[in-house]
């Protein structure tokens, strides 16, 4: 009777068992993990033969005790090897300092900067007739209120400031009683023009106002009837204390060769230096005059003009009426005389208006991107009219030389100059355009924003030194450009309409060079070698290379 109990208790332990979470099923023989090759007792035998192992090992590896650290310290063979290692050890921190110094010591020295004034670090831009810029009213002139609807456009051209004017009506039936500090209403009022000086500021531009008394051509103010009249010193004086009161950076005097004393742009130039406090100021002054010698007759220490604008290279704006096969060598010959005779004087650039009316008309768009790179990256200040950034040209029908040039912003029939009436009878779609070529890679109007954002930038274009570098062609004209250890650019001037192929050698001149920028869009930036060099026509070339220590 009792063995069908024992039965169903060992059944009922079967079960438990199998039931059981393997990990906590019982260790022996039977156990699945027991089957495995090589192992008789299971999984505690052989963590039992390891911990048995690692107590072995412990014991083999046991350290010295203190006392024995101590008693081996003081031997004599481990007190000379700690002296050994402690010299060793200052005799390489002393070595280590002495290299640095002599590495120090005997690296070039770096150039102290030279003290640069805003208008010495980047190019100006010129609104002289602002008539033709932007007209706000829709009655057919330009004025104030279009110039501050364009100054966000200045502003990414990366010049430093821009010349504006002249705004004050010249009274050519009674010039004797002009005023100066007057805004001419066709153009607007004093209010706008201070709205113009705030838009400025805010894109960090700098205004300069034209001050010429009489800008039509006849010069009463500078005769020698007026001359004897003191009221035409004082007129002046007070208009230029005036503007800059008002907030202009600086003021422009044009026609001063006919002034009969020139201590009077001495006396003008004080007053911007005792208005200027901690922002400098800025007196320029133009003449007609194109010979070396004489312009820089006018601007001796003696008149304290900083800088004085003339139409120099006039002889380069029409090469149809020029030898273009040695055009490199005149423009090598009269850059080279224009910055010997302005000696430690600034000097600056500039070509157009008023007698050569648009240089695109003149010279063609190839030959006006290499007249921009040109005045870029000469030692000066570059000056650019208004329009010839996009290479604007004339109106048919409508010379330069009596006529405003109206800017062209985009393809409207009044091409955004004004809402009014349009330009011509029968508007065409044109590429010249600030619309178009802001949106076209290798448009006149890219070239020169990125050569100007490098002209403010770059050391060696700033205030580096100039040397010609010699061609083997007649029709090129090279110069290289480098302040001490920083980036050299060497120049490289087509002025032939074909292709030429120039070797060029200087003594620090590498013989591989980088292409910064070229007047031609389908050049690729590239390495070059100055050996057989090759020039697509009117191509200037902007090449750069590093520093390396001779």
Known sequence: ?????????????????????????????????????????????VKMEEEEEEAEMAAKFTGLSKEQ????????????????????FWLGWLGMLAGAVVIIVQAPRCKDLPKQDWWQKGGIYRILQVGGFQDSDNDGTG???????????????????????????????DPYNTNLQDVDQKLG????????????????????????PNYHGQLPWFSQDVWVQSDFQN???????????????????????????????????????????????????????????GIFSLLNETTGVDMLTSQYLQELVKPEESDTSTLGQTAQQLIKDYIQE???????????????????????????????????????????????????RDLPGQPATSNITRMQWDNTVTYGFSKGVPLLAKPEPSNVTVQEQKEHKGSVLQFFQELSELRTKERSLLHGDFYIVQSSNPSVF????????????????????QERTVSLLHPKALPQVDVELSTHPSREKQQLELKNLKLLPSEGLLLSFPYVAL
Do not use: C
Request: net charge neutral.
């Open 235 to 293: 007129k002046m004086k007070e208009a230029i204390q005036f503007w800059l009161s008002e907030g202009v950076s600086g003021i422009q005097i044009g026609s001063v060769e006919h002034l009969n004393d020139s201590q009077l742009l001495s006396e003008w130039k004080n007053i911007t230096e005792e208005s200027a406090g901690d922002q400098p100021r800025v007196l320029i002054a133009t003449t007609s005059r194109k010979d070396a010698g």
């Open 342 to 392: 302005a000696g430690n004087r600034w000097p600056s650039w500039t070509m157009g208006r008023p007698d050569l009316g648009r240089l695109t008309k003149s010279m063609g768009e190839q030959l006006l991107r290499l007249h921009h790179l040109l005045f870029y990256t000469l030692p000066g200040t570059p000056f650019t009219d208004y329009g010839d950034e996009i290479g604007l």
């Open 143 to 173: 004025d104030l209120i279009g110039v501050k609807e364009r100054v966000t456009y200045l502003s990414t051209l990366k010049v430093k400031g821009f010349v504006i004017g002249p705004l004050h009506v010249n009274r050519e039936d």
């Open 478 to 497: 090279s110069y290289l450009r480098e302040w001490d250890q920083n980036k050299r650019f060497l120049v490289v001037l087509n002025f032939a309409p």
């Open 189 to 212: 009022t004093l209010q706008d023009f201070q709205n113009v000086l705030q838009a400025a500021k805010k894109k960090n531009l700098k205004v300069i106002l034209d001050l010429t």
């Open 69 to 88: 650290l101590l008693l081996v310290a003081n031997t004599p063979a481990w007190v000379r090897t700690r002296w050994a290692l402690l010299i060793l």
């Open 1 to 45: 009777m009792s063995s069908p109990v024992v039965t169903r208790e060992l059944d009922l332990k079967d079960v438990e068992l199998n039931e059981m979470d393997p990990e906590k099923q019982p260790m022996n023989a039977s156990s699945p993990l027991a089957g495995s090759p090589g192992e008789k007792n299971g999984v505690v035998k």
